[in-house]
Every structure is written in structure tokens, then in C-alpha cells.
């Protein structure tokens, strides 16, 4: 595990998809859980930090895709877990509907996931005071029809999911065959501009830790995004 900063952490040497860690005095928060593989390296790197598998009280899921879920079966078993994730994003994470799919030549495959269930709904403008002291709930729908971030507005970090990718070291859209909604993407771009964070943590690539508005903004612009 590696420190973003004061109780945030993230994970390292996963396959695929960023995951990442908060540390409250009743325990931790995982945000997403990559692929399949990547949990037992998750509760490893837990582990070599001093935490029990059940000191994970919540996992929050950005978005219901293999590469932010793959872990969330053997997560769950493990930890004892509540999930938590928006109500659209839930149905998938239950097995209920399959992936959404773009409606393109190149799509990937129908996919329906192991069941998990989710325990708690989030929407948009829910505030979470367990998690950090009020870690909050921003819809950034596009990528998936159920897409969510998290804000933190006290220490200004952001983490994005996959609204924009950071590879490598570099932002950019999200890959147009995986997401269902380019349009409603770029909207949420630039909704999450707006907030001028001080940190970004991302779905896929390094977290940014200085200067994060300033490059949001300018990446916004590149593709001619109103901003606020």
C-alpha cells in the first residue's frame, strides 16, 4: 500500500483498475476492487500493514466493470463487507442485467457478473460521514448508465473512477467501445472540473497529487468543455 495522503491510500502491483484504501477509526474503506486476481494482493498488502480482513467494514464501487469487481466476490467472503454503489449499478453487481454494452460494430461481449449483493444505495449529493468524515457521492454517469465518484470537499480529493483514464501518466477519455455514453462522459468531466481538486485519484493510472485543478482544467478545455 501505497500513501496519497493523511488516511488514503492505494494499492499496489494490482493487474488491472485502481483500488484504494480509507482508513477511519471503525475500520477501512476499499473503493472498487479490481480484477479477480488482485484480492488476495489486496488483503496481503492489508495484512503486511497490520489489518485483519475484517477491519474492511465498506466497499464502495465506482462502476459495475470486471476491472472494478473482478475482487468483489472473494472481497465480500473474506471481509464481511457492506457494499455499497449506486441503484443502476447495483442490478449488475447483483447479476440481475448484464453489463451495458455500447450499441457499436466493437463492443465486448454480453457479460452477466457473479451475484454480490449490495447492501446500500448511494445517489447523488449523499453525504458519507463514516468514511473520512463526510467522503461524498458525485454522479459521473457515461462510462456506465450508473457511474459514480467520490469527493472529498475538506481535503479536496477526487476519486474519479473511470470518467477520465491517467495512462500513461497522461488524461484522456475513457475508451469509447467500453463506455455506454461519451456525451454524458464529457458532461461529468465537466462537472467534476468544477470542483478544482487538490488531488484526483483515478480508476486506471497514478493519482495526481499536485497541481490536479490546473491540469483538469486544461484537459477539459483540450476537448472544449464548458467549465464553471
Same mark, same amino acid.
Given at each position: 500500500?501505497?500513501?496519497?495522503?493523511?488516511?488514503?491510500?492505494?494499492?499496489?502491483?494490482?493487474? *488491472?483498475?485502481?483500488?484504494?484504501?480509507? @482508513?477511519?477509526?471503525? %475500520? !477501512?474503506?476499499?473503493?472498487?476492487?479490481?480484477?479477480? =486476481? *488482485?484480492?488476495?494482493?489486496?488483503?496481503?498488502? !492489508?495484512?503486511?500493514?497490520?489489518?485483519?480482513?475484517? +477491519?474492511?467494514?465498506?466497499?464502495?464501487?465506482?462502476?459495475?466493470?470486471?476491472?472494478?469487481?473482478?475482487?468483489?466476490?472473494?472481497? $465480500?467472503? *473474506?471481509? %464481511?463487507?457492506?457494499? /455499497?454503489?449506486?441503484?443502476?449499478?447495483?442490478? @449488475?453487481?447483483?447479476?440481475?442485467?448484464?453489463?451495458?454494452?455500447?450499441?457499436?460494430r466493437i463492443h465486448p461481449p454480453n457479460m452477466?457478473?457473479?451475484?454480490?449483493?449490495?447492501?446500500? #444505495?448511494?445517489?447523488?449529493? +449523499?453525504?458519507? =460521514? #463514516?468514511? !473520512?468524515?463526510?467522503?461524498?457521492?458525485?454522479?459521473?454517469?457515461?462510462?456506465?448508465?450508473?457511474?459514480?465518484?467520490? /469527493?472529498? =470537499?475538506? $481535503?479536496?480529493?477526487?476519486?474519479?473512477?473511470?470518467?477520465?483514464?491517467?495512462?500513461?501518466?497522461?488524461?484522456?477519455?475513457?475508451?469509447?467501445?467500453?463506455?455506454?455514453?461519451?456525451? #454524458?462522459?464529457?458532461?461529468?468531466?465537466? $462537472?467534476? *472540473?468544477?470542483l478544482e481538486p487538490k488531488i484526483i485519484c483515478?480508476?486506471?493510472?497514478?493519482?495526481?497529487?499536485?497541481?490536479?485543478?490546473?491540469?483538469?482544467?486544461?484537459?477539459?478545455? $483540450?476537448?472544449?468543455?464548458?467549465l464553471n
Amino acid at each position: 500500500m501505497q500513501q496519497i495522503s493523511e488516511n488514503v491510500y492505494t494499492f499496489t502491483g494490482l493487474p *488491472a483498475g485502481r483500488v484504494y484504501g480509507l @482508513v477511519d477509526s471503525d %475500520g !477501512l474503506t476499499l473503493i472498487d476492487t479490481s480484477v479477480a =486476481p *488482485a484480492a488476495k494482493r489486496i488483503l496481503k498488502q !492489508l495484512a503486511a500493514r497490520g489489518y485483519q480482513p475484517k +477491519d474492511v467494514k465498506r466497499i464502495l464501487i465506482t462502476h459495475a466493470h470486471p476491472d472494478h469487481v473482478g475482487g468483489l466476490p472473494h472481497l $465480500k467472503e *473474506a471481509t %464481511g463487507a457492506e457494499i /455499497w454503489a449506486s441503484a443502476l449499478e447495483k442490478r @449488475v453487481i447483483q447479476g440481475e442485467i448484464p453489463i451495458p454494452t455500447v450499441k457499436a460494430r466493437i463492443h465486448p461481449p454480453n457479460m452477466t457478473l457473479k451475484p454480490v449483493a449490495v447492501e446500500r #444505495e448511494l445517489a447523488d449529493g +449523499d453525504t458519507l =460521514p #463514516e468514511i !473520512l468524515g463526510g467522503l461524498q457521492v458525485v454522479a459521473t454517469f457515461g462510462h456506465a448508465p450508473g457511474h459514480i465518484s467520490f /469527493w472529498h =470537499p475538506e $481535503k479536496r480529493i477526487l476519486f474519479t473512477g473511470d470518467v477520465i483514464f491517467y495512462i500513461p501518466r497522461k488524461m484522456r477519455l475513457p475508451f469509447a467501445f467500453l463506455t455506454v455514453d461519451m456525451d #454524458e462522459n464529457r458532461r461529468s468531466i465537466t $462537472k467534476i *472540473a468544477a470542483l478544482e481538486p487538490k488531488i484526483i485519484c483515478f480508476g486506471h493510472g497514478k493519482p495526481i497529487i499536485e497541481n490536479a485543478a490546473e491540469q483538469l482544467r486544461v484537459f477539459a478545455q $483540450k476537448y472544449g468543455l464548458p467549465l464553471n
